[in-house]
């Protein structure tokens, strides 16, 4: 009868669905293919990374522009933000006069960011501080250490990193409200939610703290991820080890100061901020 017919001969046979399913997964690759330039590139991810949409590049320069390796390197602003959102240290590098001869000064100081503006603080007295705020020019530096690469040749031996070169120009941040606002965002970049719990800086120690702003002008991103490349030579001898060792920061169990009561609770803001140091690494 008609009813079994139609049983018998459905409405598509199974060579019309599996020519269906490969023509759909060749248009994919095409596309896929097609629009990989306009494909965006991967980046680190850091829990205190603030621009999320943030697309647009450094224009390479003969300042920031990456001659070693320069497969590794990335302009891309996103990236440049991820890397000094997560770390805290950075190293500030200048030329100053010093009996009446340059010499280059690298100082290692902490740090905080609102958008493309680095903030700096330190001591009125501080001669690193007193040139930064005559207005020259700066390079600030933040790297991550990630693993160790161990070859079978210690030529081949390597490093895992992750690196931003900053330059700018530094300026003295004058006005107070502004000063307080850097600072705020320095506090929070290294102990976030310790401004709205501890005692705020006072008058006196206002008077006696300096406030440097460094806009980014030019900046850059380095890093190095996977395993060895070892020569076939020396993988076929298998003469050691060869492999990585993976390395991050953690922060272990808070100690109170010695005039707390044993009671006294750990801030909430503390415990979410350990979580800021147990980063994994694929």
Not at 65 to 83: G, L, N
Not at 133 to 150: H, I, P, R
Not at 188 to 217: C, F, Q, Y
Not at 241 to 258: F, Q, T
Request: overall charge positive; proline content about 6%; some cysteine.
């Amino acid at each position: 009868n008609k009813s079994g017919k139609m049983m018998e001969e459905p409405f598509l046979s199974s060579a019309s669905v599996l020519f269906i399913g490969l023509s759909l997964g060749f248009l994919i690759a095409w596309t896929l293919s097609r629009d990989k330039r306009r494909l965006p590139k991967p980046i680190i991810v850091s829990p205190f990374i603030k621009e999320a949409n943030v697309s647009d590049e450094y224009e390479q320069t003969t300042t920031n522009k990456v001659r070693r390796i320069p497969k590794r390197a990335d302009y891309d602003k996103k990236s440049v933000y991820a890397i000094l959102d997560a770390k805290m240290l950075c190293h500030v590098g200048i030329v100053d006069t010093i009996d009446g001869q340059e010499v280059p000064v690298v100082i290692p100081m902490l740090y905080g960011r609102k958008k493309d503006t680095l903030y700096l603080h330190g001591h009125v007295s501080m001669g690193l501080h007193q040139k930064l705020q005559e207005g020259v020019k700066v390079c600030v530096t933040v790297s991550s250490l990630d693993a160790l690469v161990y070859a079978h040749s210690l030529f081949h031996s390597s490093v895992n990193y992750r690196s931003a070169v900053c330059f700018g120009t530094a300026k003295r941040v004058e006005d107070k409200a502004k000063q307080v606002k850097a600072l705020k965002t320095i506090v929070e970049h290294s102990m976030p939610g310790r401004w709205d719990d501890a005692r705020l800086p006072n008058s006196a120690e206002m008077s006696s703290t300096g406030v440097i702003k460094l806009k980014i002008d030019y900046a850059s991103a380095k890093s190095r991820t996977g395993p060895s490349s070892d020569d076939k030579e020396d993988e076929e001898k298998l003469a050691c080890w060869a492999g990585i060792l993976p390395i991050i920061e953690v922060a272990v169990a808070p100690v109170p100061a010695s005039h707390l009561p044993e009671d006294f609770p750990v801030p909430a803001y503390l415990s979410e901020h350990q979580k800021f140091f147990r980063i994994k690494f694929k």
